[in-house]
C-alpha cells in the first residue's frame, strides 16, 4: 500500500536533547511538508521540500533542521533551540512541486513530549 | 497575508441531524480551498477542495462546501450526520506563492446519540 509513514508514533525527550523525527513516503511525491499541531492552534508549518537537496523555512522553523537526500525521506531534526517542542508533528507529501490546487497527503503523526 | 478563521471551537450536532462548519478565509485572488479531517490521534484526511469551476463542491463522507466569493467563506455541510464524523475538521487556504497550505484552527464536531 502507497502511503505515509512517520516513525515513532511516541517520542519523549529530555530537556537540551536533540531528536529525530522520521517521515517516509512511497508515493513517488516531490514534494514533503512538516507541521506542527498545537492544541486549538490548528497546524502550522514547520518546512517544507519541493524537489530532493533544496528545502526551505515554514513559518516557525526556529529550532528545527531538516534534510532531503532522498526523495522518499524527509526526516525533522528537533533541536535543543526549540523552547517548546511538546507538539503533534505532522508530515505531508503532494505530488508535485505545490502548485496551490495540490492535495496533501498526511501522515498519522509523532507526539513529541519533552520530559 | 492569507488567513482561514474557523469561528466556532466546537459544536455538537445530534446524529441525523444537518451540519454547517464555518470558515471564512481572507485572500487576495482566487484562493485554492481545501477541508481536512482528523480524528484523535491521527494524521488529516482530505475531505474536499475548491480551486475554479462549480462553487458547490462535493467530498468523500457526504460532505459538500460552497465556495462563496461575496462572504469570503467556505463553509462545509452534511445533511444528515453519523457518530462517526466526529472529529476534529480543518479548513485551509494554499498560501500566495502556491508553496504550502495555510489552517485555521480547526473546529471540534461532537455527535450526540
Known amino acids: 500500500d502507497g502511503g505515509i509513514t512517520q516513525s515513532p508514533k511516541y517520542l519523549f525527550r529530555k530537556e537540551g536533547q536533540n531528536v529525530t523525527l522520521s517521515c517516509e513516503q512511497n508515493l513517488n511525491h516531490d514534494a514533503m511538508y512538516w507541521y506542527r499541531q498545537d492544541p486549538g492552534q490548528g497546524l502550522r508549518l514547520i518546512y517544507y521540500s519541493q524537489i530532493v537537496n533544496d528545502f526551505q523555512k515554514g513559518d516557525i522553523a526556529e529550532g528545527y533542521s531538516v534534510s532531503r537526500e532522498k526523495k522518499e525521506s524527509f526526516p525533522l531534526t528537533v533541536t535543543s533551540a526549540q523552547k517548546n517542542p511538546t507538539a503533534f508533528y505532522l508530515c505531508?507529501?503532494?505530488?508535485?512541486?505545490?502548485?496551490?490546487?495540490?492535495?496533501?497527503?498526511f501522515g498519522p503523526g509523532t507526539r513529541l513530549t519533552v520530559l | 497575508a492569507q488567513s482561514v478563521t474557523q469561528p466556532d471551537i466546537h459544536i455538537t450536532v445530534s446524529e441525523g441531524a444537518s451540519l454547517e462548519l464555518r470558515c471564512n478565509y481572507s485572500y487576495g485572488a482566487t484562493p485554492y480551498l481545501f477541508w481536512y479531517v482528523q480524528s484523535p490521534g491521527q494524521g488529516l484526511q482530505l475531505l474536499l477542495k475548491?480551486?475554479?469551476?462549480?462553487?458547490l463542491v462535493q467530498g468523500i463522507k457526504g460532505f459538500e462546501a460552497e465556495f462563496k466569493r461575496s462572504q469570503s467563506s467556505f463553509n462545509l455541510r452534511k445533511p444528515s450526520v453519523h457518530w462517526s464524523d466526529a472529529a476534529e475538521y480543518f479548513c485551509?487556504?494554499?498560501?500566495?506563492?502556491?508553496?504550502?497550505?495555510?489552517f485555521g484552527k480547526g473546529t471540534t464536531l461532537s455527535v450526540s446519540s
Open positions: 485551509a487556504v494554499s498560501n500566495q506563492a502556491g508553496t504550502a497550505l495555510i
Open positions: 475548491y480551486f475554479s469551476g462549480d462553487t
Open positions: 505531508a507529501s503532494s505530488m508535485e512541486r505545490f502548485q496551490g490546487a495540490d492535495t496533501q497527503y
